[in-house]
């Protein structure tokens, strides 16, 4: 059996807003071009949230219209509200991802929301959706944050994330998926939880993590997601936007190394990992002296590397 | 039921050895000291090998002699040859390591001999141990090193190794462990290897893996190796010696991340974590501007974070 594993690039939306620099508009779309050649494809291209919270986003609907242009690419988007989703609809995302955090303390400090304000605007987002022609409904995904601990309520209890997770699919979500937006996160915790979420909602309810890597265990988080049926892992070219250095550091897993890794297993995820590496250099060239991530990159392939069949090489 | 992983610190021999500087003996001595006050119950303290070939680790005598008066801890050294075992005897280690290469050009180029010769050295050191007083007779470690792939042959056949190990065990070994060298490991990888050499030797001769972290996967081939039933991990406090900008970085997986996904798993290591991370003090202080690495280090504990029972707090 040929495991697939689909990748989803999230460096243009993680990897920007967690940046001071604001990215050009030509740089930006390059950059999501030269990843779909290298074969990504799922890009979550921005979030749709107002100009003022996160300038250096504030070109999403001119990327998402750029990346609907380039054949086979999902291309994804955040939207924090109802507002975001009416936005990403017009401008025409494949994907939706609303965050809910599953530590409340977490949901009021970044979103100025309880668990129960959040649910309504998922509500009134799958309303929205539902109201669509099937073909121009974008895929709508719960996202939990903070699912494996919080800065702000340390411990966050698996029962409540499940209990958010069936909350989400009740309330219209097409799917959820789980954040380890903080770096808490470790193998076995990942194992349980997927195995609870998975059991509360339904198997084919939960496909994907979004890990960070930032206290080194983000790969090892990935190998036992994927022991746990996970098909979908975020991540972020060049691990940009998350610096090891800084406090309330982001981390997101490395692309680079998360291909390598998966190549290396024999994994198929269909990228030129050769080109993929190349695809740095449009980030090193629009953002000069930004602290870029992962190991890969570095250490260049093993002598006689071959990728799994039906990858580019 | 609780698994116990037993961390074996090679810092003071793979991680010297890779650096150009010398450390001082004094601070050799605080460093093995401090590492086991910590909790580290396994401590690899140098290479009996010709001074004018590693100048960094010409008292390894002394350290073995000091390591000796700390109570309850393994002292292990490496030895290159029958001389060198001879010294590490003299010396009283309790245990020694002899490597050979599983790439039979990396053995020549390194190393000057080829596997016939290293295995005749391999039954010389079990008579000079075998002629030892049980209670004065150290443990006989065969390390295969290339074993994951080699940068000057590439792929290294899964059956060659399986063939050294059983060599390894037939000349007298006590048990094999395996080493990645050039950090080409794979999760797969390791679980076919481990799978492979411990049906050929017996599963009690194979304990023990030396990962590197070269292109990032070290912790996820950690987790391939403890779910395939090795017990013992090489490890180096701030992954010193390994440089991933350098080409042929060592890149020992750190000692500090390692035992944070352990004990995060609930895996207990015995080790009171926050000693362990104030011990890179001391690697700071006597090699000023020497670069560490680890992510654990510079991200902290997660909020609330309670090591395993049994593990010191």
């Not at 100009?51 to 999403?60: G, N, V, W």
């Not at 944050?145 to 966050?156: D, K, L, P, Q, R």
């Not at 190998?223 to 098909?231: R, Y």
Request: aromatic share 4%; net charge negative.
């Amino acid at each position: 059996m040929t495991i697939s594993i689909l990748i989803s690039e999230v460096g243009p939306r993680d990897g920007l807003q967690s940046i001071k620099r604001i990215m050009p508009l030509a740089a930006k779309k390059a950059w999501i071009t030269a990843e779909a050649t290298a074969g990504v494809r799922e890009i979550e291209v921005g979030s749709f949230v107002p100009a003022k919270i996160l300038p250096q986003l504030a070109d999403t609907a001119e990327l998402v219209a750029h990346a609907r242009g380039i054949p086979g690419l999902t291309v994804a988007a955040l939207v924090p509200n109802l507002k975001g989703a009416e936005a990403a609809v017009q401008a025409g995302v494949h994907k939706v991802t609303l965050p809910l955090s599953a530590s409340e303390s977490h949901s009021l400090k970044n979103l100025r929301r309880t668990h129960a304000q959040v649910l309504d605007d998922v509500r009134a987002i799958a309303r929205l959706l539902g109201g669509l022609p099937s073909g121009e409904r974008p895929h709508f995904e719960g996202g939990i944050s903070t699912a494996f601990g919080c800065t702000i309520e340390g411990e966050v209890a698996e029962s409540k994330v499940v209990e958010l997770a069936e909350a989400l699919m009740q309330a219209g979500c097409d799917e959820v998926g789980l954040s380890d937006t903080t770096g808490y996160a470790n193998p076995a915790q990942v194992r349980r939880l997927v195995a609870a979420v998975k059991h509360a909602v339904g198997s084919s309810s939960l496909n994907g993590l979004h890990l960070h890597n930032t206290r080194g265990l983000g790969l090892a988080n990935v190998l036992a997601g994927i022991e746990s049926g996970i098909t979908t892992f975020d991540s972020s070219l060049g691990g940009l936007g998350g610096c090891p250095f800084a406090p309330g550091a982001s981390g997101n897993i490395v692309t680079e190394d998360l291909v390598f890794m998966l190549q290396a297993m024999g994994i198929s995820v269909g990228i030129d990992l050769s080109r993929l590496l190349e695809v740095r250099r449009i980030l090193i060239d629009a953002l000069p002296g930004e602290p870029l991530y992962g190991f890969t990159p570095d250490a260049g392939l093993p002598l006689g590397f071959v990728p799994p069949t039906g990858d580019k090489s």
